[in-house]
């Protein structure tokens, strides 16, 4: 597509519950990144993926927090037994790949936890 | 702990005046220096970046300065416009690296009519 899709655009869940937030990347790159944004935290790197790979999955914040990526393209987001403190924006990211920035943002999911 | 630190918090220009952001870096070894800017309910958008070889780079009315002694580097909107209004966000990396894109905590800009 022409830009970083992400889905839902919205997502309002109870507490408890487990969701999956999708991200579709600029047809191409290689490179995909998830952020979480909020008041308190501002832009946190969460996880990033070159190709399939995600090497490094310590800036998840918790290990209920989980990511994969298949056929080197659309990538989902999923955070188990939802917490208040999950409520945030989570932000998708995609470049041609790790050595040739810039990175190109989605419009985000707004996450709220009731 | 990586750290890019941004000011001021929030600033109001007049229209046609000079926006200046400023940004401070601690690890040397970033590479690459870009500026994001945001609107309400959209994700952040590149505006325009930078590596440390570099001291100065321009793209319309939006400079960018990096003083790579001081580890600091500035947005300059000149001939700043209503449109211009946003959330504008300084970032460090490393080219290549596994830590994504270091934020600082954005600055919130208001150009008065």
């Known amino acids: 597509g022409a830009g970083v899709s992400q889905s839902p655009s919205n997502k309002v869940t109870e507490k408890g519950k487990d969701v999956e937030l999708r991200c579709d990347p600029i047809?191409?790159?290689?490179?995909l990144y998830w952020y979480r944004q909020s008041l308190g935290q501002g832009l946190e790197f969460l996880i990033y993926?070159?190709?399939?790979?995600?090497?490094?999955k310590s800036g998840l914040p918790s290990d209920r927090f989980s990511a994969e990526r298949t056929g080197g393209s659309v990538s989902t987001l999923t955070i188990q037994r939802t917490q208040q403190e999950d409520s945030a924006v989570y932000l998708c990211?995609?470049?041609?790949?790790?050595?040739?920035?810039?990175?190109?943002f989605g419009d985000g999911t707004r996450l709220s936890i009731l | 702990q990586q750290q890019v630190k941004q000011s001021p918090q929030s600033l109001i220009v007049q229209k046609g005046g000079i926006s200046i952001i400023n940004c401070a870096y601690e690890?040397?070894?970033?590479?690459?220096f870009p500026w994001y800017q945001q609107f309400p309910g959209k994700g952040p958008a590149l505006l325009i970046a930078?590596?440390?070889?570099?001291s100065e780079k321009k793209e319309g009315r939006f400079t960018i300065s990096f003083n790579k002694s001081a580890k600091q580097f500035s947005l300059h909107i000149m001939d700043s416009q209503p449109g211009d209004s946003a959330t504008y966000f300084c970032?460090?990396?490393?080219?290549?690296?596994?830590?994504?894109?270091?934020f600082g905590k954005g600055t919130h800009l208001i150009i008065q009519p």
């Open positions: 047809s191409g790159h290689t490179a």
């Open positions: 690890n040397t070894a970033f590479d690459y």
């Open positions: 993926f070159q190709g399939n790979s995600a090497p490094d």
């Open positions: 990211a995609s470049s041609l790949d790790l050595w040739n920035q810039p990175q190109h």
């Open positions: 930078i590596r440390p070889d570099v």
């Open positions: 970032a460090a990396s490393f080219v290549g690296g596994a830590d994504g894109l270091t």
